[in-house]
């Protein structure tokens, strides 16, 4: 137990220096370099060097008593500037997933509105190509009939026509060769990278964790809201352990960004400020992206490859893989007639 605890108390104080101390240090440092060199002296070091050895020469360095409160000051100081940036960062991540505060609602629905019209748009030119791919295979066929050109070649074009806006990489005999509108592998990737389903946020990332609802609930009939906590309850460890990994990116990512938000004060009276609150939110922000993405991806992979133990475990019949019969009755079930 004495080992344990050691070990506990080693790694809460790595975390305690890595998340708090040492980030709050720099920026109190930038802070106050900034403002002792100010824009018109950014970059004299040698004004910076001469400010530290003036404050070094002073009676307060040589007093013991003095050096220790400045030192407890200072740590507290950063404790406190990395706590804040820890908040700053979970208003960043409410941003970022769509979930905006009252008084942003106006632009909420206006961006919203707008995604929603270039999806759209984007959609219904795939499905435009689409069509035409699927004249031209009939055509064909019709042109250089074969016993089984009706069965192979048609269904093939026209395979995934009714709701195939839910996947993220469809090849339904796409024309590869790039002919404009009818490139259907493009049209179908520019579609994508606005949403994988009808945007109902005004951020990609949030319509991309809400794309996850939307495409199990049309593969499966799942209310993945209502199956989502008894399903984690049934994974295996490794699954669990992926998924926490990529929902604390996705945290670490968001605080980042807090912390950019933290750099713009300095870099009102010091512009290089200013470069690290550009080079922290667009790495923040890619980060952020790749991490809901990813958080996004292993939630549905988590459906797809255990969905059935959750069905067998509420004990509905399910021998082979999940089917939207079976998900239906899950939703039922878990609903309780709500």
């Given at each position: 137990?004495s ?6 108390g080693?790694k809460?104080a ?11 240090l720099?920026?109190?440092a ?7 060199l100010?824009h ?5 070091h040698?004004?910076l060097?001469e ?11 040589h007093s ?8 407890v ?9 990395s706590r804040?940036?820890a ?11 769509g979930?905006w ?6 632009a909420?629905r ?5 995604r929603a019209?270039?999806w759209?748009?984007?959609?219904a ?11 031209r ?18 269904p093939?074009?026209l ?11 469809i090849?339904?005999?796409h024309?590869?060769?790039?002919r404009g509108?009818?490139?259907?592998v493009?049209?179908n990737?520019?579609r ?5 389903t ?13 794309s996850?609802?939307?495409r199990?609930?049309?593969a499966y009939?799942?209310d ?5 906590p008894r399903?984690?309850l049934?994974?295996?460890d ?5 998924i926490?990994?990529?929902?604390a990116?996705l ?10 938000a933290?750099?713009?004060l ?11 609150v ?12 790749l ?12 459906v797809?490859?255990h969905?059935?133990?959750l ?5 509905i019949?399910?021998?082979e ?18």
């Amino acid at each position: 137990m004495s080992a344990f605890l050691t070990t506990l108390g080693g790694k809460l104080a790595d975390t305690w220096l890595s998340l708090l101390v040492l980030p709050g240090l720099l920026y109190l440092a930038v802070a106050t370099a900034g403002s002792v060199l100010g824009h018109r002296n950014a970059t004299d070091h040698a004004l910076l060097v001469e400010r530290v050895d003036r404050l070094a020469a002073g009676p307060t360095a040589h007093s013991p008593g003095s050096v220790v409160l400045i030192a407890v000051l200072v740590l507290v100081s950063s404790a406190g500037v990395s706590r804040l940036a820890a908040a700053l960062g979970g208003g960043v991540e409410r941003l970022w997933l769509g979930d905006w505060p009252a008084p942003l609602r106006p632009a909420d629905r206006a961006l919203t509105r707008r995604r929603a019209r270039r999806w759209t748009t984007a959609d219904a030119r795939y499905r435009r190509a689409l069509t035409a791919r699927a004249l031209r295979v009939a055509a064909a066929a019709a042109e250089h009939p074969t016993p089984d050109a009706p069965d192979a070649l048609l269904p093939n074009a026209l395979r995934g026509t009714d709701h195939d806006h839910e996947g993220s990489g469809i090849d339904l005999g796409h024309d590869r060769r790039g002919r404009g509108d009818d490139d259907t592998v493009a049209l179908n990737a520019r579609r994508n990278l606005i949403a994988l389903t009808r945007p109902a946020r005004p951020t990609w990332m949030g319509d991309r964790l809400v794309s996850v609802d939307a495409r199990v609930h049309h593969a499966y009939r799942l209310d993945l809201t209502t199956a989502w906590p008894r399903l984690w309850l049934l994974l295996p460890d490794t699954a669990l352990s992926e998924i926490r990994t990529a929902r604390a990116a996705l945290t670490a990512a968001a605080r980042r960004a807090g912390w950019g938000a933290l750099y713009v004060l300095p870099a009102l009276w010091w512009w290089p400020a200013a470069l690290v609150v550009a080079v922290v939110w667009a790495s923040a922000w890619r980060q952020g992206r790749l991490a809901v993405h990813e958080f996004a991806e292993l939630v549905e992979s988590a459906v797809d490859l255990h969905g059935r133990d959750l069905a067998t475990a509420l004990g509905i019949p399910c021998e082979e893989r999940l089917t939207a019969d079976q998900g239906l009755e899950i939703t039922r079930a878990l609903r309780k007639g709500v």
